[in-house]
Antibody
Framework: EVQLVESGGGLVQPGGSLRLSCAASGFTFSSYGMNWVRQAPGKGLEWVSYITSTSGSVYYSDSVKGRFIVSRDNARNSLFLQMDSLRAEDTAVYYC?????????WGAGTTVTVSS | DIQMTQSPSSVSASIGDRVTITCRASQDISRWLVWYQQKPGKAPDLLIYRASSLQSGVPPRFSGSGSGTEFTLTISSLQPEDFAIYYCQQVNSFPRTFGQGTKVEIK
């Protein structure tokens, strides 16, 4: 079964850090670019970051550029999002999603809450 | 950055109704547009890619059209399971951007 499972979310204070993980199974992870997408409570979807299959290129939204770093380990079928200097507005459910021009596979999401 | 604007923000419709949602891009994105459906508490599901290609397993009552800057998602005959929020996303360039969503509600 094709599956993505996020982990690593939690409660963190403003200015703190968190590292999200996304474990892939059921498909050849190293063949796909991967996205992080987030959704603040009661709000719409916001694209956060994309990494190509070989990690050759990475992209970020303006709202996280300079604070978040996306990476992957194809040997471990895993995607990561290192989040530093967290702000209250980063509070959201974070999803990983497979694919470049269409994301047909999504995880269930992990919740990040930034609050003192 | 490319801005995506959906209309309407919400629509009330009855079972069997035809529903059309519009998505406009702030610049030409050719046919690099996807549509997602999201139900409460769930991750989005891919409906349409490349503006008009139906994702495997998606019922044929869903269709997409358009190119350039104007796109539409049509549900030909609304079913109970279609009440959800629908998002368009441009995948022409980075940063990828979503529309603000259209909520399809029961009339």
């Amino acid at each position: 079964e094709v599956q993505l499972v996020e982990s690593g979310g939690g409660l963190v204070q403003p200015g703190g850090s968190l590292r999200l993980s996304c474990a892939a199974s059921g498909f050849t992870f190293s063949s796909y670019g991967m996205n992080w997408v987030r959704q603040a409570p009661g709000k719409g979807l916001e694209w956060v970051s994309y990494i190509t299959s070989t990690s050759g290129s990475v992209y970020y939204s303006d709202s996280v550029k300079g604070r978040f770093i996306v990476s992957r380990d194809n040997a471990r079928n895993s995607l990561f999002l290192q989040m530093d200097s967290l702000r209250a507005e980063d509070t959201a459910v974070y999803y990983c999603a497979r694919g470049d021009t269409a994301s047909g596979v999504w995880g269930a999401g992990t919740t990040v809450t930034v609050s003192s | 950055d490319i801005q995506m604007t959906q209309s309407p923000s919400s629509v009330s419709a009855s079972i069997g109704d035809r529903v059309t949602i519009t998505c406009r891009a702030s610049q030409d994105i050719s046919r690099w547009l996807v549509w997602y459906q999201q139900k409460p508490g769930k991750a989005p599901d891919l409906l349409i890619y490349r503006a008009s290609s139906l994702q495997s397993g998606v019922p044929p009552r869903f269709s997409g059209s358009g190119s350039g800057t104007e796109f539409t998602l049509t549900i030909s005959s609304l079913q109970p399971e279609d009440f959800a929020i629908y998002y368009c996303q441009q995948v022409n360039s980075f940063p990828r951007t979503f529309g603000q969503g259209t909520k399809v509600e029961i009339k």
